[in-house]
């Protein structure tokens, strides 16, 4: 782990407070996990689990325990050996909730005594880390054979966003409420990806396609019934009409995409 120059990270500054030492791989994960759950409010309970960088399972709660039961609920098979992020302090409650779920690293803002002394006796391998400050560079770097790529990082939030709706009917006020979760989980998803949600969990991920409609067929098979009444998110815009009548024949009620597509009319 190097750092550059003076920056702070939260992953990059956070504590191990018990559990093996990191790996490569559980810090690209870790620090994946740390990027979004930082996405929602802090007023409200969210959990992450990321495996091999794209999320797998996203969940709001009223609790850190309900938000990570949630968020292992909507996909119980790609959560194991995961990475867990949450944005609340863990507590006994939450950690003996995660008993029964075999995880790599959980990263938390604090971790109470009880629930430390907890995982140190039964689950002394889980990496267990508070994290550092809340702060991300305004720079993020990618590796290349021999350098880097910089750009600069994509910090707007969704109150900036001023989506237009460009169809007949408006989304309710829960249909939005799962839209601005669904473009938070999104907008961290690897290209190509289609994100499916409702109430406030993820149902359905498509992440790391190479063809778009190849994830939302993906999000779809991994929704199942749980499709019908979600809404649909996807990072990029559509360039063909098929994803959109794919959302609609599993029942999907609304969807966000940046548009800008040559056939956005047909699209609409």
Not at 28 to 36: E, F, Q, S
Not at 232 to 251: C, H, I, K
């Amino acid at each position: 782990v190097y750092r550059v120059g003076s920056q702070q990270g939260p992953v990059l500054d956070a504590q191990v407070l018990s559990g093996k030492p990191m790996s490569f791989n559980n810090y690209g994960d870790t620090d994946a996990a740390w990027a979004l759950v930082q996405e929602f409010p802090v007023h409200t309970a969210a959990c992450v689990c990321v495996k091999h960088a794209n999320p797998c399972g996203v969940a709001l709660g009223a609790s850190a325990k309900e938000a990570w039961e949630r968020a292992r609920d909507a996909d119980t098979l790609s959560v194991f050996g995961g990475v867990v992020a949450l944005n609340r302090p863990v507590d006994l409650e939450t950690a003996q909730a995660m008993r029964g779920t075999f995880l790599e690293v959980l990263i938390a803002p604090e971790i109470s005594p009880e629930a430390l002394e907890w995982f140190r006796a039964r689950k002394p391998d889980l990496r267990v880390l508070k994290a550092g400050p809340s702060q991300f560079s305004a720079t993020e770097f990618r590796p290349l054979s021999g350098g880097l790529l910089a750009q600069t990082r994509d910090l707007r939030v969704w109150d900036d966003l001023r989506c237009e709706v460009v169809t007949e009917r408006q989304p309710t006020e829960s249909e939005w409420a799962d839209l601005a979760f669904a473009w938070r989980v999104t907008k961290h998803a690897r290209s190509n990806n289609v994100v499916l949600a409702r109430g406030a969990v993820t149902v359905g991920l498509g992440a790391g396609a190479v063809s778009r409609i190849w994830a939302a067929e993906r999000a779809v098979q991994n929704a199942g019934a749980g499709a019908q009444g979600a809404v649909m998110a996807s990072e990029a815009f559509f360039p063909y009409d098929d994803v959109v009548r794919l959302a609609a024949s599993v029942g999907v009620v609304a969807v966000l995409q940046p548009g800008g597509a040559k056939r956005d009319s047909e699209i609409i």
